[in-house]
């Protein structure tokens, strides 16, 4: 009876801490009792009160571990630190488990599989084939000058306007360099993306628990987290498979501190930031109170091998983060850190997460009017269900660290709606330049999915369906039937419509007499990502452009608007055009007839600056190059 009362006095100190760090990030809350109001506007009262309560915490019960009616004998997840100490095992069992999260991680692309060319839409997918293969045409012809895009010309550092997708230029490279088209490669490493997730989360969890049919859970709760139907469009956020294996390095790295678990868990950072920026600060972000809890549940000491272990930390990590910081800080110069504004619009609102993506299948019931893109954050039914198994007490350090570090993404998620983006957005431009802090929602969804395979764990261990040596073959089977069970609950409740498109083949023939050295101005407007997929095969330089940040175009897109006028063609020239390209098959997608096509050609016939070089037939109309005198 005392323990029992110790706890209840322990909740009510850990309530009063939290509603003081609350109020201290700017929270007010208003609390009424009949007649009488409270408004928590100063977190010094609050601060004064549990000040005393942990007096009194440590006057009358200073030997008394904290929440001690909930310490079992022998805790449920007290085996994670000793478990991630050893190597272990890979049985056969394990194998197939691991096929089966592979395949269960592909299932819902495989219409994408079988149509290469597809696209959700026609703007960010294409836009995803231009840098990959932008960023491997620089490396392998000027490597000095890596992040020089061919787009906003003159400007410099354009690949730095948004994520580079270093990772990915990397994987595509030996197909990009084998004129592989780059739509197909881009593509394929957006499906590759989600059985390498999958086995991620598979991975971890099964170093975790031991438990395959655990890890299963976690593999397809992680591969197919909304997050990822919501961005399905944008190949870098598709790219997380490494936050999982992150989490992992850091728990290893605090249970067996040294060189090679500080080298492991510094590759996984780096490999996170190198494949997606956003989310590499994202990860770092989570890093810090997951680490924190863990360390301090462990009673983790300062020591050589923990030494060890942070130099190898940074031995792989400063290079590469100081390598693509100095990049980024330098193509900041040039276009600034987002608004206030931005920010604000990318900041979630807490009901946002009751929203679901039109890619969930099973969610599209619900009506959109009051949606907002990029804030619909619905994580699912399943994984929060099966994650609120796994964080009923008793519960060890990790999943507290889970559900501490979870809920403070949450907080983030909301951005400048939220208690303590702000500040956040104060102390680094690595936060000042996102746009969406409702992306943060990716860590949430990577808590849950862990969280959730931590519940599968505990319903597998129910003892209707242990597995005894001397229960025959039918405990087995049954636990079989249930593990099938939950997945398929998963998997339905997650199922993804990639809503595919096609997307135009081939390029117009007329880039053929293109050449590297020219600057282009591209006719008509409105075209700009198609301009810069065709720049795939001829590298010339481009007036336009289309990315995350961008220079001021306004005297471009007023002379894109005046075209075919004398004035708007010198406008051009006087941007720094050495060529001009004019395609009557966009003008016609733009609405125009054929008509309008041969007035434009006859203007530019009579403009004395400009030499007809080329015309070639593409799609429904003719394509036209044409040189500057």
């Known amino acids: 009876m005392a323990l029992l009362l110790v706890t209840i006095f322990d909740f009510v100190l850990i309530a009063a801490f939290s509603a003081t760090v609350v109020v201290w990030l700017g929270g007010r809350t208003t609390f009424a009792f009949g007649s009488v109001v409270f408004v928590m506007k100063s977190p010094v009262i609050l601060g004064v009160i549990t000040a005393g309560l942990l007096c009194l915490r440590l006057l009358h019960w200073t030997w008394v571990l904290p929440l001690a009616s909930l310490e079992p004998e022998k805790p449920l997840f007290d085996e994670h630190r000793q478990r991630l100490s050893r190597p272990q095992p890979v049985s056969r069992r394990v194998v ?91 593509n394929a490493l957006m499906v590759l993306s989600y059985p390498a997730r999958g086995l991620a989360f598979f991975f971890v969890m099964w170093r975790m628990t031991a438990d395959p049919q655990a890890a299963l859970v976690a593999a397809l709760a992680g591969a197919w987290s909304p997050f990822h139907a919501d961005h399905y469009s944008q190949l870098e956020l598709q790219w997380t ?36 920026m956003y989310v590499g600060v994202m990860l770092v972000t989570f890093l810090v109170p997951f680490t924190a809890i863990v360390a301090l549940a462990w009673r983790v000491r300062a020591s050589r091998r923990l030494a060890q272990a942070c130099a190898g930390v940074a031995l792989v990590l400063v290079p590469i983060v100081g390598g693509l910081s100095a990049a980024y800080l330098a193509g900041r110069e040039a276009h600034g850190d987002r608004s206030i504004r931005e920010v604000a619009d990318g900041s979630a609102w807490g009901r946002e997460y009751g929203h679901a993506t039109e890619r969930l299948v099973s969610y599209q019931w619900q009506t959109r009017f009051t949606h907002h893109p990029e804030r619909e954050l619905f994580p699912g039914a399943t994984p929060v269900a099966l994650g609120a198994v796994g964080v009923v007490p008793p519960i060890g350090p990790v999943v507290i660290a889970m ?42 969804e990577a808590a849950l999915a862990l969280l959730a395979g ?60 293109v050449k590297p050295r020219m600057v282009l101005a591209e006719l008509p407007g409105g075209h700009t990502i ?85 015309s070639e037939p593409w799609k429904a109309g003719m394509v036209r190059l044409y040189a500057y005198r």
């Open 241 to 276: 498979a490494f936050v999982p294996l992150a989490l992992f390095g850091v728990l290893r790295m605090l249970a067996v501190p040294g060189w090679r678990t500080g080298l492991t868990l510094g590759a996984a950072v780096a490999a996170q930031c190198l494949a997606c």
């Open 454 to 513: 931590f519940g599968a764990f505990r319903i597998f261990r129910l003892r209707y369906f242990r597995v005894k040596a001397n229960a025959g073959g039918w405990s087995i089977v049954t636990r079989g039937v249930v593990c099938a069970a939950v997945c398929a609950a998963v998997l339905v409740d997650l199922r993804m419509d990639p809503q595919l498109q096609g997307y135009p083949r081939g390029v117009p023939r007329i880039y053929r007499h």
């Open 403 to 444: 559900v501490v570090a979870g809920a403070a993404a949450f907080d983030w998620s909301l951005g400048l709606k939220g208690l303590t983006y702000a500040k956040l957005y104060q102390l680094s431009p690595a936060y000042r330049g996102m746009r969406v802090a409702a992306r943060f929602t990716v860590m949430v």
């Open 530 to 614: 198609d301009y810069m997929y065709f720049s795939t095969r001829h590298w010339a330089k481009l007036l336009t452009g289309y990315s995350g940040f961008g220079p001021n175009l306004s005297v471009l897109n007023a002379a894109e608007a005046a075209f075919p006028d004398p004035e708007a063609v010198a406008t051009f020239r006087r941007l720094g055009a050495t060529h001009l390209t004019y395609n009557c098959g966009f003008e016609k997608a733009n609405g125009k007839t054929d008509a309008d096509c041969d007035r434009v050609v006859q203007t530019l016939a009579r403009n004395p600056s400009l030499a007809l070089i080329a």
């Open 96 to 186: 197939w488990y691991a096929l089966a999260a592979c395949a269960g991680s592909v299932i819902w692309v495989i219409p994408h599989l079988l149509h290469l060319r597809g696209v959700p839409d026609p703007g960010d997918p294409i836009f995803s084939a231009w840098r990959i293969a932008a960023l491997t045409h620089q490396l392998a012809t000027d490597p000095l000058h890596l992040w020089n895009g061919n787009i906003f010309y003159p400007a410099p550092l354009t690949l730095t306007y948004s994520d580079s997708l270093f990772l990915q230029s990397l994987l595509g490279a030996p197909f990009l360099l084998a004129s592989v088209d780059p739509l197909v490669v881009m």
